[in-house]
């Protein structure tokens, strides 16, 4: 009896000696920097990514209600890219990749309010985290009949500036340059109109 107790024992105080060995380790924290696709629910990202030309910023997050910080980029098809030339007009920025799966549900949603021609309303798909060349994401709009135009941010640096994680990540704009709403994952067409509305009426 006694030397089944001194084992029980031995066996007990060798499992608080290992602790936490035993139990479920928490899954791996992404590398620095990685772009994931967006979760159900909106977060508060962190910074992502490098390289490529912006405004530098402090570390807090862009703010709605806050100026949307400029950037220069070049698109797809090789023309220059200035947030600040659209200023006077809406601006639906969506930070977008083609191995996005959200991303594409969202595209042709994206079209159906591209194609309604609205006058006072730019859009731009910013291409970022994405291993795919400024030529391949060229082909991938063209083959799917998207028209709106795509920066290139090599590097993702403006993402970084706009603290994104999460793809899609979209922010809406006002006339007056001032950052009015921001929305995190795929959209419909009915509530990206409400946010074109919202940044058109100043919030």
């Known amino acids: 009896m006694n030397r089944i107790l001194g084992g029980a024992v031995l066996l007990l ?26 979760p159900a629910a909106e977060g508060t990202p962190p ?29 797809v ?3 220059t890219v200035r947030l600040s030339d659209y200023r006077g007009k809406v601006v639906f920025l969506n930070f977008w990749a083609t191995w996005c799966p959200p991303c594409r549900q969202e595209m042709p949603e994206i079209q159906r309010l ?3 021609g609205i006058p006072d309303l730019v859009v731009l798909g910013v291409n970022t985290s994405d291993p795919a060349t400024p030529a391949e994401v060229k082909a991938f709009m063209e083959r799917n009949g998207y028209t709106w135009r795509v920066p290139y941010d090599a590097g993702s640096r403006v993402a970084r500036t706009y ?10 704009i006002g006339p007056d340059g001032i950052v009015r709403a921001k929305y995190i994952g795929p ?9 074109v509305e919202r940044a058109r009426n100043g919030g």
């Not at 603290?163 to 979209?170: A, E, G, H, K, Q």
């Open 114 to 116: 591209v194609d309604k």
């Open 13 to 38: 105080v060798a499992m608080l000696l290992v602790g936490g060995s035993l139990r479920p380790q928490a899954p791996a924290a992404p590398p620095p920097g990685a772009l994931r696709s967006a």
């Open 163 to 172: 603290r994104v994680v999460y793809l899609p990540t979209s922010y809406f």
């Open 47 to 75: 910074p992502a990514g490098q390289g490529g030309t912006t405004q530098e910023l402090s570390p807090s997050v862009i703010a709605v209600g806050t100026p949307a910080p400029d950037f220069e980029l070049t698109d």
């Open 187 to 195: 959209m419909s067409l009915p509530v990206m109109e409400s946010y």
């Open 77 to 79: 098809t090789g023309r």
